[in-house]
T-cell receptor, first 115, second 115 residues
Framework: AQKVTQAQTEISVVEKEDVTLDCVYE???????LFWYKQPPSGELVFLIR??????QNEISGRYSWNFQKSTSSFNFTITASQVVDSAVYFC????????????FGTGTRLQVTL | ETGVTQTPRHLVMGMTNKKSLKCEQH?????MYWYKQSAKKPLELMFV???????ENNSVPSRFSPECPNSSHLFLHLHTLQPEDSALYLC??????????????FGPGTRLLVL
């Protein structure tokens, strides 16, 4: 069975602080894909990144960076110098090649960035 | 218009009403999905369509009836709903393949309130 755990339910930071959102996953498959989505108050899930299980290189995109550690089954997301517009719910998700169309989501982490 | 669109964005209905949610994707994808997002719960996959054929139904009650007339349009017909069906209904689309790496892109959702 697949499972994604986002232990942090809510995080509150002051603007310009760095913040890391944790994601731990479980799967028996050797080939799988991990995703992060952002859900602002408007409701739409916005795709941020996809990584496959064979690529453990960390990735940086502007103020966003992702740390994939297969040894600890974690795929953490860091926002550097957070801004108010980063306030949203962030979801981590897992998809294995053996599970057809099924995308397993975590319960999300609500990030509140204040001035 | 680009991406995935959903109408209406908000819907209030009584338990005896019949209504339909509409989703349209402009990405040329061949798969479409309905998800339900309730407060404090993970996203729940409801239905999956690949090339207009339903490939997954996650034990959804029959008061929810999906329809996929073509690869670009997806409907969710609602009748005799219950108050606990109040939620955000999200549509997504993707280009499916055998690798499993395909990314799902989401619409803005329909916020449904059943009175």
């Amino acid at each position: 069975a697949q499972k994604v755990t986002q232990a942090q339910t809510e995080i509150s930071v002051v603007e310009k602080e760095d913040v890391t959102l944790d994601c731990v996953y479980e799967t028996r498959d050797t080939t799988y894909y991990l995703f992060w989505y952002k859900q602002p108050p408007s409701g739409e899930l916005v795709f941020l990144i996809r990584r496959n299980s064979f690529d453990e290189q960390n990735e940086i995109s502007g103020r966003y960076s992702w740390n994939f550690q297969k040894s600890t089954s974690s795929f953490n997301f860091t926002i550097t110098a957070s801004q108010v517009v980063d306030s949203a719910v962030y979801f981590c998700a897992l998809r294995s090649t053996g599970t057809a169309s099924k995308l397993t989501f975590g319960t999300g982490t609500r990030l509140q960035v204040t001035l | 218009e680009t991406g995935v669109t959903q109408t209406p964005r908000h819907l209030v209905m009584g338990m005896t009403n019949k209504k339909s949610l509409k989703c349209e994707q402009h990405l040329g994808h061949n798969a479409m999905y309905w998800y339900k997002q309730s407060a404090k719960k993970p996203l729940e996959l409801m239905f999956v369509y690949n090339f207009k054929e339903q490939t997954e139904n996650n034990s959804v009650p029959s008061r929810f009836s999906p329809e996929c007339p073509n690869s670009s349009h997806l409907f969710l017909h609602l009748h005799t709903l219950q108050p606990e069906d109040s939620a955000l209904y999200l549509c997504a689309s993707s280009q499916t393949g055998t690798s499993g790496r395909e990314t799902q892109y989401f619409g803005p959702g329909t916020r449904l309130l059943v009175l």
